[in-house]
């Protein structure tokens, strides 16, 4: 199994300018999420998904979006960049059961930098 | 307030020792504690998960849970050069979305 994978591994855009993380997992979980991770911040969770056609948005949603069309898929688009967004991304899945979610992979991040 | 609070340290031991890592939380409805660890330019990864007060063991590592105080530790025994890493604890409260601090990094020292 490959696990959690993210492309691209680095990007530099310009302000203004959109593109797409991606992010595949390949263990049948039903639960992905997308968390940006900034110095002396920790972890913050930016959108979710419960399961295909389903998600939700987390503690830092503004700027992003997302779409789940496929259990293994949950690709984070960023609308316009800014350089507040400059930041290491990290998609995770995990199973979830009865309202609580397990151990959660990771992926190995993408570090973006805006301009 | 953050909902999670951890001292970023950094914290740096010679090897061997006793390593103690601690966060305290405020929203007693998290019934969920885990402990990730994060090597440097890596993702995090799955350490301790415990769901009740009190004590759990895996190897040098001890998760200890106290919800009257809500305050959660970890404990590492015998540390090791290779245990140098950012450690993070994440709380659940069964709402489907994870609560993380600000993560300890820690160095052992040879």
């Known amino acids: 199994n490959a696990g959690v994978t993210q492309t691209p591994k680095f990007q530099v855009l310009k302000t203004g300018q959109s593109m797409t993380l991606q992010c595949a997992q390949d263990?049948?979980?039903?639960?992905m999420s997308w968390y940006r991770q900034d110095p002396g911040m920790g972890l913050r969770l930016i959108h979710y998904?419960?399961?295909?056609?389903?998600?939700d948005q987390g503690e830092v949603p503004n700027g992003y979006n997302v779409s789940r069309s496929t259990t293994e898929d949950f690709p984070l688009r960023l609308l316009s960049a800014a350089p507040s967004q400059t930041s290491v991304y990290f998609c995770?899945?995990?199973?979830?059961?009865?309202?609580?979610?397990?151990?959660?992979?990771f992926g190995p991040g993408t570090r973006l930098t805006v301009t | 307030q953050k909902e999670v609070e951890q001292d970023p340290g950094p914290l740096s031991v010679p090897e061997g020792a006793i390593v103690s890592l601690n966060c305290t939380y405020s929203?007693?409805?998290?019934?969920?504690f885990m402990w990730y660890r994060q090597y440097s330019r890596k993702g995090p990864e799955l350490l301790m998960y415990?769901?009740?007060?009190g004590n759990k063991e895996d190897g040098r590592f001890t998760a200890q849970v106290d919800k009257s105080s809500k305050y959660i530790s970890l404990f590492i025994r015998d540390s090791q050069p290779s245990d140098s890493a950012t450690y993070l604890c994440?709380?659940?409260?069964?709402?489907?979305?994870?609560?993380f601090g600000q993560g300890t990094r820690l160095t052992i020292n040879p």
């Open positions: 929203n007693s409805a998290f019934q969920y």
């Open positions: 998904s419960v399961g295909a056609g389903i998600t």
């Open positions: 415990t769901y009740s007060s």
């Open positions: 994440a709380l659940e409260q069964g709402a489907q979305k994870l609560v």
């Open positions: 263990m049948n979980h039903e639960y």
């Open positions: 995770a899945s995990s199973y979830s059961m009865s309202g609580v979610v397990y151990e959660q992979y």
